[in-house]
């Protein structure tokens, strides 16, 4: 099972090390190894979870029974009183054997899914892959040597795969491991993988350790190059993957990727949620720049809103990357034209079209990028421009805790959404922003303003283009506002 030998693991720790001699005790150097790895397991191990789901619907029979109760909204799932229910459920024909099955603090609790993952908070922030903790109705974890926690989904994101817990009963002195700013990664570099496969951790949150070597940075696979077409599962489609020599089983979502000296390179992911099949190795995000911004979202309960420039590429060529086209009224209209060569973003070389779609959506909505082209005729020359945000049709709820408060009733978002189908029908993008939702009986809906269809570009007399600037238009202004609607332009006064 394993790919390289005991032996030659040695030796190439040895080198690494740059103290081989022939004359060196093969004994010795195993036991360096050896200690090396034991130092990396003990310094990452503390903050390894194995994460327990439930995707009962029974919970609802005990609501009365949460010290830490949901709020309603998507993520907050509360926790579960076992002991309070239990006695209730003595006067309950069927409901004691319920209310034991319900509980996943148990030792011997059957949970419908499981995974792992990383504290990345001490506060009580758990790291882990989304597919481990889609569709729960409750969600538990357990640390080594800590007492468990039920915990809520602070925020996640299908697209990468990603979502952050939060433990509502966070145990004292957690250990967080700490995320580098950049990760660095050499094809050959040994790895350790911190996981709880099989949920083999659920009785005392001790995880398992596999090692090997890390066999390829960039794992992908092809598609189209049209953006607004590239409805791809998850970012991992477009080559961001690391890929080892070690298998990993069913449960290892959302472990520890480490080095030899103990520190976190990347989250261990599962390949059948990647591409619903078996491999003989194993994957892990990486904790690049790029999936760092998206942690640092998630970490702050909000939802990650992913760039997007305005441009289709050409099909003509297949050696570079070619503007085809440029959305009238994107962030590209009069910055970038058809027959620009696009070099570099933010620095970044662009080979090829998932080097531009990669980089320019993982920049995220909002920020300003660097890009540098070389015109069809003339000189290179590098364009500044501020992204819009680009749509990927999600399959659940959006989970964001600390999502704007609504504004008389409603929220907004980038009108470039309304470019892209299948949210928008539009073959420009608009100025203002666009109406996302309208809650019930406020304000806004009873001056009948419709969510996903109505674009708003004035506040009072304060011009707005994106919600940012809508959000802080609303809160400078004082007693009812004055909203300026357009297609067809008219003007509505909410209380």
């Known amino acids: 099972m394993r790919h390289i030998s005991w032996l030659a693991a040695v030796f190439a720790f040895a080198l690494?090390?740059?103290?081989?001699?022939?004359?060196?005790?093969?004994?010795?150097l195993a036991l360096a190894l050896e200690g090396a790895i034991q130092k990396a397991i003990a310094k990452a191990e503390p903050a390894v979870a194995c994460i327990l789901v439930s995707k009962s619907e029974g919970y609802k029979r005990f609501a009365q029974f949460q010290q830490h109760p949901s709020n309603g909204q998507p993520?907050?799932?509360?926790?579960f009183q076992f002991q309070k229910a239990l006695q209730w459920s003595h006067f309950k024909p069927g409901m004691e054997g319920l209310a034991k099955r319900l509980n996943l603090a148990a030792p011997e609790a059957v949970p419908d899914s499981y995974g792992?993952?990383?504290?990345?908070?001490?506060?009580g922030l758990v790291l882990t892959n989304y597919h481990v903790v889609k569709d729960a109705t409750k969600i538990f974890v357990r640390l080594p040597e800590k007492p468990g926690s039920y915990a809520n989904i602070l925020a996640a994101d299908e697209r990468s795969d990603l979502a952050?817990?939060?433990l509502l009963e966070p145990p004292a002195n957690l250990t967080a491991l700490k995320r580098p700013k950049e990760a660095t990664f050499r094809k050959g570099q040994f790895v350790l993988a911190l996981a709880n496969p099989h949920a083999a951790g659920f009785r005392d949150g001790s995880p398992s350790v596999s090692w090997g070597l890390l066999s390829n940075l960039r794992r992908r696979v092809p598609g189209e190059l049209n953006e607004i077409e590239r409805r791809r599962p998850k970012l991992h489609y477009y080559g961001v993957l690391l890929q080892t020599d070690f298998r990993l089983n069913l449960g290892s979502g959302g472990g520890a990727l480490v080095d030899l000296q103990g520190n976190w390179i990347g989250l261990t992911t599962s390949q059948a949620a990647l591409a619903g099949g078996e491999s003989a190795g194993g994957f892990a995000i990486p904790l690049d720049a790029r999936m760092n911004r998206i942690i640092d979202t998630l970490a702050r309960g909000e939802e990650v809103e992913y760039g997007f420039l305005g441009v289709a590429l050409s099909t003509q060529a297949t050696d570079r990357v070619l503007v085809g086209s440029v959305a009238s009224g994107s962030p590209s209209d009069g910055q970038l034209f058809p027959g620009d060569r696009i070099l570099r973003i933010n620095g970044v070389p662009i080979n090829e079209p998932d080097d531009l779609f990669l980089n320019v959506s993982t920049s995220l909505a909002?920020?300003?990028?660097?890009?540098?082209?070389?015109p069809a005729?003339?000189?290179?020359?590098?364009?500044?421009?501020?992204?819009?945000?680009?749509?990927?049709?999600?399959?659940?709820?959006?989970?964001?805790?600390?999502?704007?408060?609504?504004?008389?009733?409603?929220?907004?978002?980038?009108?470039?959404l309304l470019y892209q189908p299948?949210?928008?029908?539009?073959?420009?993008?608009?100025?203002?922003?666009?109406?996302?939702?309208?809650?019930?009986?406020?304000?806004?809906?009873?001056?009948?303003i419709r969510a996903e269809k109505d674009i708003i570009v004035k506040v009072n007399q304060t011009e707005v283009n994106s919600p940012r600037e809508f959000y802080a238009a609303a809160a400078d202004a004082r007693g009812p506002i004055e909203l300026t609607l357009a297609d067809p332009e008219r003007k509505v006064k909410l209380p």
């Open 116 to 123: 792992s993952g990383v504290v990345i908070d001490s506060r």
């Open 75 to 79: 993520g907050s799932l509360g926790d």
């Open 164 to 166: 952050v817990l939060r």
């Open 422 to 448: 299948p949210f928008g029908t539009l073959n420009y993008v608009p100025k203002g922003v666009v109406v996302r939702e309208v809650l019930p009986d406020s304000a806004a809906a009873r001056a009948g």
């Open 377 to 416: 005729s003339g000189q290179k020359r590098t364009v500044q421009i501020t992204l819009a945000k680009s749509y990927w049709p999600p399959s659940g709820p959006l989970i964001a805790a600390n999502r704007p408060n609504p504004v008389r009733g409603l929220r907004v978002d980038h009108a470039s």
């Open 16 to 28: 690494f090390l740059g103290s081989a001699r022939a004359d060196d005790d093969p004994l010795k």
């Open 366 to 374: 909002g920020s300003t990028v660097d890009v540098e082209v070389w």
